[in-house]
């Protein structure tokens, strides 16, 4: 329970530290946001009037609680290009990136876990040097550059789907789907080589453990001790890895979504940059910010159910 | 001892030493001129005249690519250096010494890394303006900070207490000596994969962020950028995608290749 309560503390912490940084950097050089709503020919009564309605002239840190309160009643001011509220412009967005990213993610978990497995039981010179080769190869594979030929061949030339045309996520759920599969794919390649990767080398090294040595000169047999024993106990590191897999998708898909012409929050985010609408900017930066920090806790709290040594030093 | 034949290391330096080589020539003299327009010749697939075809204005693709090249190598080497020189200044300085500027610094490093290194560059590219190749070096360069300093900072705390450390220390040595002479020669076992590492990340995020069009902008071409200007015309000129891509992979994949054969290397030595 100790173990449980440390960890949400630190990571409200980290909440509240990221978007301070990040509000106090936009409040440094985004000058002043009633100008920017109304253009350099507004009257100086407007403005004043303009600044007294958005709260502006309150002190710094009464803004920064207020603007971090309406993160989750959904007040996160107005958009200086839209004129709409922050909120109704990007809720629609964090879903289909949620999509995006779930799909992934599922990708990668399905792949990667039993190529782990199955790599490491092909240990020798030659496969080692492939399975290096072939991982570095995967890796180094820009997932935008994956995306452009993926779109090309499945939505150019065998039609699959309309790339530049999401259907709707509600009204064709599965047709949506199918079409953010694509995108998942290009995400997926890369970090799945990297998690195949980071199993295998766990694996090995817990194969080399004396517990191990013990149970097989015992007598059992080694795929139940690799089964039993070894998967068991290469499953923290796993888990927090795939914790920062979460968080590197969540970047990686800011690149994808562009390639596929996805309407989601990294689309937005880099169209909102190129207009300097703060506003936006500003909320979605701290949105995928907490959403990585989320799944790093959820990862942490996984593990402590999975091995009750991390449970013990909470105590301690 | 026996010299160990690292296969990683040699392959990994052959194919990223001829595109390095080649770019750096790129820097230089091009075939032809990366920004000459002919109308005679669009949009050609690749031949000997034009080893990577033209694009619709006409221009060799090879060339621009040479050129290209050379920026995203230019900003991937630049970037590495401030994070590694930064990042290790911090790290050390925190491993060696501890205490509560370790803690703080730590926690705001926890804040920064809570960032995916893409959307941190975006957010600083953001605050200091689109664009600008300096502004892209800066930007990515704060993004690479806090992993080698994290890194430092485990490699430093662990030698601390080092009995040559302490021996060090009776014999007089102040703390700056220590940390320069006497521990910064043992951190290069890991620093330099994670430099490799580092660059190869530099170079992909360089990439991604010119492909989303606020990189590097014209007329300092670089390869993300080349490539979203690709997309548009997969259909008529794939040899621009194909090639732009290839060049970029196969950089990524030998300098990975280095890194690989480094760590072996390391661990074979204990």
């Known amino acids: 329970m100790k173990y449980t309560a440390k960890k949400i503390v630190l990571m409200l912490v980290t909440m509240i530290l990221v978007s301070f940084l990040t509000y106090t950097a936009f409040e440094l050089v985004s000058g002043d946001p009633a100008q920017a709503m109304l253009g350099t020919e507004a009257t100086p009564a407007r403005l004043a009037a303009l600044r007294e309605e958005l709260g502006l002239n309150r002190p710094f840190l009464i803004r920064y609680f207020s603007w971090l309160g309406g993160l989750f009643t959904g007040n996160l001011g107005v958009s200086f290009s839209y004129k709409l509220p922050v909120w109704q412009l990007i809720a629609p967005k964090i879903e289909v990136t949620l999509w995006l990213c779930l799909i992934s993610f599922i990708l990668i978990t399905v792949i990667s876990l039993p190529l782990g497995i199955w790599s490491y039981r092909r240990s020798g010179k030659i496969w080692d040097f492939m399975h290096t080769a072939f991982n570095q190869l995967c890796m180094a594979i820009p997932p935008f550059f994956i995306g452009i030929l993926l779109s090309w061949g499945f939505g150019i030339v065998l039609r699959v789907f309309t790339p530049g045309n999401l259907p709707d996520l509600h009204a064709h759920f599965f047709d949506a789907i199918r079409y953010l599969f694509f995108a998942a794919v290009c995400l997926a390649i890369p970090r799945s080589a990297m998690t195949v990767r980071m199993m295998r080398s766990t694996v090995i090294g817990e194969m080399e453990q004396a517990y191990v040595r013990t149970a097989i000169s015992r007598g059992n047999d080694r795929r139940a001790v690799l089964t039993r024993h070894v998967l068991k106990n290469s499953l923290v590191p796993v888990v927090t890895f795939l914790g920062q897999t979460m968080a590197e998708l969540i970047g990686g898909s800011i690149v994808v979504e562009q390639v596929f012409g996805i309407p989601g929050l990294g689309r937005f985010l880099v169209a909102s940059i190129s207009n300097r609408d703060y506003p936006v900017v500003q909320a979605i930066v701290v949105i995928l910010a907490f959403w990585v920090v989320l799944t790093g806790t959820a990862a942490d709290l996984v593990n402590q159910r999975i091995d009750p040594r991390l449970r013990l030093e909470g105590k301690r | ?270």
């Open chain 2, 1 to 270: 001892m026996k010299k160990h034949y690292n296969g990683y290391l040699i392959a990994g330096l052959i194919i990223s030493g001829i595109i390095i080589i080649m770019t750096i020539i790129g820097m230089f003299w091009t075939p032809y001129s990366p920004t000459a327009m002919s109308g005679a010749a669009k949009l050609q697939a690749p031949s000997l005249a034009h080893l990577f075809g033209t694009d619709n204005f006409g221009r060799d693709i090879f060339s621009r690519v040479l050129k290209g090249a050379g920026t995203t190598l230019t900003i991937a080497v630049a970037t590495v250096a401030i994070g590694a020189f930064f990042g290790t200044l911090i790290g050390a300085n925190t491993g060696y010494f501890g205490g509560i500027v370790d803690d703080i610094l730590m926690r705001l490093n926890d804040a920064v890394t809570a960032f995916p290194s893409i959307l941190l560059a975006l957010l600083i590219i953001s605050l200091t303006g689109t664009g600008k190749k300096y502004n892209v070096i800066l930007a990515l360069g704060i993004v690479f900070i806090p992993s080698f300093a994290r890194l430092m900072r485990t490699t430093y705390a662990s030698y601390r207490n080092a009995n040559y450390i302490i021996s060090a220390r009776l014999m007089g040595a102040g703390s700056g000596r220590i940390m320069m002479i006497h521990i910064l020669p043992n951190t290069v076992r890991v620093l330099l994969p994670a430099l490799t590492i580092g660059f190869n990340n530099a170079v992909l995020a360089e990439a991604s962020m010119s492909f989303l069009g606020i990189g590097v902008a014209p007329p300092d071409a670089s390869l993300g950028y080349m490539l979203s200007d690709a997309q548009g015309m997969f259909s008529v000129a794939p040899w621009y995608a194909v090639c732009t891509g290839l060049v970029i992979i196969l950089l990524v994949f030998g300098v990975g290749l280095i890194g690989a054969g480094m760590q072996k290397q390391g661990s074979g030595v204990n």
